[in-house]
């Protein structure tokens, strides 16, 4: 496989904050004066004893805000059991880091079809309801029938014309014969597709990523091909689950390329839109790890550090009582007790 050259300009790891200017943003945090952008850009190229500062201050906000709903410990780490459904691994976007998706080609090796059938879907669903799982966590590729001729034909030959009217379908499906509640992952919505799926689904989900265009609209960067992967159209998506009054997840990939600037921008958009419609209830911080065959896969992983210092600003950034994850399965079990600092 063709390993694609990665440009960026200037690349996060390669970045250095004066320690003045970031000594400054932290005794501001110190002096409880509130974070703008420019002192989380600071705080994202925190280290050494920075750093120590910045962990902090952010544990002090977590602990405040758990306090306020009743664990005055701060330590409760809540989860959700829920059953991975992979509807389908084909998709029309191109990220340059992405281990999720398949070809038709890699199908037709594993003998597997295109989408899940809705027995599939059900087997999957009635599982991890006899495990004690609560929520059905529907992930796919998106709109892979606009790339794939196989995708649409599949589709066309089971009466649907879209992946997003076939989700609906199979999510009413497990909600009725299980009672999991389906958590959707459509991807980018339109409206009136959005509208349809809020009935069949208590909470929906779509990464931000980035605010960053460069990574999108620039040959080379890891968005580069994904017409999904637009950050003004996953913003709307996101306003718009606002709008719809839909509990959303959403969150941050970090060490694709992105700037520290960058990173401070993309969490101060997903704290104005918490600000806006109040819907966003948990945020992912998610670390880049490089996988093989993949056009990334000899990009660095995120540093420790600037993930440590990611999922702090992130709290400053969010407030107190925002619920922040750190995937565990992209941790290091060395890196966990930091995370939970």
């Not at 320690?19 to 110190?30: G, S, T």
């Not at 281990?99 to 090796?109: I, K, N, S, Y």
């Not at 076939?166 to 999991?180: D, K, M, N, P, S």
Request: aromatic share 6%; net charge negative.
């Amino acid at each position: 496989m063709t390993t694609v050259s990665i440009q960026r300009t200037p690349p996060a790891h390669a970045e250095t904050i004066p320690p003045a200017e970031v000594a400054q943003a932290v005794d501001r945090l110190q002096t409880g004066q509130p974070i703008d952008r420019a002192g989380a850009t600071a705080l994202l190229g925190a280290r050494g004893d920075h750093l120590e500062r910045l962990l902090e201050a952010a544990g002090a906000l977590r602990d405040a805000g758990a306090a306020a709903r009743g664990d005055h410990e701060g330590r409760t780490i809540t989860y959700s059991r829920k059953v991975f459904i992979p509807l389908t691994t084909l998709c029309r976007d191109r990220c340059h880091y992405c281990v999720f998706v398949d070809t038709p080609g890699g199908l037709r090796a594993k003998g597997a079809q295109p989408y899940l059938s809705p027995e599939e879907v059900l087997e999957i669903a009635r599982e991890g309801a006899a495990m004690g799982c609560k929520e059905a966590l529907f992930t796919l590729g998106d709109r892979p029938e606009d790339r794939w001729d196989v995708a649409g034909e599949w589709l066309q030959a089971h009466g649907f014309s879209s992946t997003l009217e076939y989700l609906g379908e199979v999510a009413e499906l497990v909600l009725r014969e299980t009672g999991l509640l389906p958590h959707l992952n459509p991807g980018v919505m339109t409206w009136p597709e959005m509208q349809r799926l809020r009935r069949l689904s208590p909470s929906m989900g779509m990464m931000l990523e980035t605010t960053s265009r460069a990574l999108w609209s620039e040959p080379g960067g890891a968005h580069y091909g994904s017409p999904d992967k637009d950050p003004a159209l996953r913003l709307r998506v996101i306003d718009d689950a606002g709008r719809s009054r839909i509990p959303f997840t959403t969150g941050i990939l970090l060490g694709i390329g992105e700037t520290l600037a960058d990173r401070a921008d993309s969490l101060f958009a997903l704290a104005d839109a918490q600000a806006t419609w109040g819907h966003v209830h948990e945020v992912i911080i998610q670390n880049f790890r490089a996988k093989p065959r993949t056009a990334m896969q000899n990009e660095p992983d995120l540093a420790t550090d600037q993930y440590i210092a990611a999922v702090a600003v992130a709290r400053l950034v969010m407030g107190e009582q925002a619920h922040i994850q750190a995937p565990p399965n992209l941790t290091d079990p060395e890196e966990l007790t930091l995370l939970i600092r």
